[in-house]
């Protein structure tokens, strides 16, 4: 999770780069982020969608997962890579890519929404393996950082602490699914903007109006 701001008011996204609508939501989220810039930063904090996994996808889940995918992508335009499950063995263990995009935010704050937009893109739209080390470093490694020195935190105890940490937000706020958005600051509060994919129609509106009421 980014450090939060002690008073300004920010909004804090719970997704996972391995939640489909997430990747759905992903231009609403970069279109706000770039609307509103410093007036309203985004703290990130992922929740964790299917951590610890062991067990290989089994043909049943790959329907299941598959009839998702259809569906984000009819909704949204999303691209996906469909050649994803012809997978052999493939464990969809979303742990490693929530460490990275945590590792991605302690090291840079700045880089933490683009970097976990191009975790999602290698994802859905490229097949890349998302579980593997090698594969998040070099993703770190194209937005600047160094792939070494991101290898090295990725590793770490530290780098897993703050991980579960934020899995652990997202359960004592009430998060029931990805992606989800709270606004407000520590002192204030916060309250739910939305829950679930939405488009951005409207949204930015909404958020200016709120902005304008502090």
Known sequence: ?????????????????????????????????????????????????????TSPMSDAMKREIRTHWEHVAERTGQPFDFAFFERKNFVYDTEPADRAAVVAALLNPRLALSYFTSIQRAFYAENRD?????????????????????????ATEEARRATQRDFEIARSSGVKGFPTIFAGDPQ???????????????????????LAQA
């Open 130 to 154: 998302v579980t593997d080390a090698a594969t998040l470093a070099s993703l770190a490694a194209d937005h600047g950082m160094d792939a070494a020195q991101f290898s090295a935190a990725l």
């Open 1 to 53: 999770m980014t450090q939060e701001p002690e008073s300004a008011r920010h909004l804090v996204y719970f997704a996972d780069p391995m939640c489909s609508w997430c990747w759905g939501f992903a231009p609403v989220i970069s279109a706000i982020a770039e609307h509103f810039g410093e007036r309203l930063p985004i703290t990130l904090v992922v929740g964790g969608l299917r951590p610890g996994t």
């Open 188 to 210: 204030s509060g916060y309250a739910l903007v939305t829950s679930g994919y939405r488009p951005l129609d409207g949204l930015t509106d909404i958020l200016e109006d709120w």
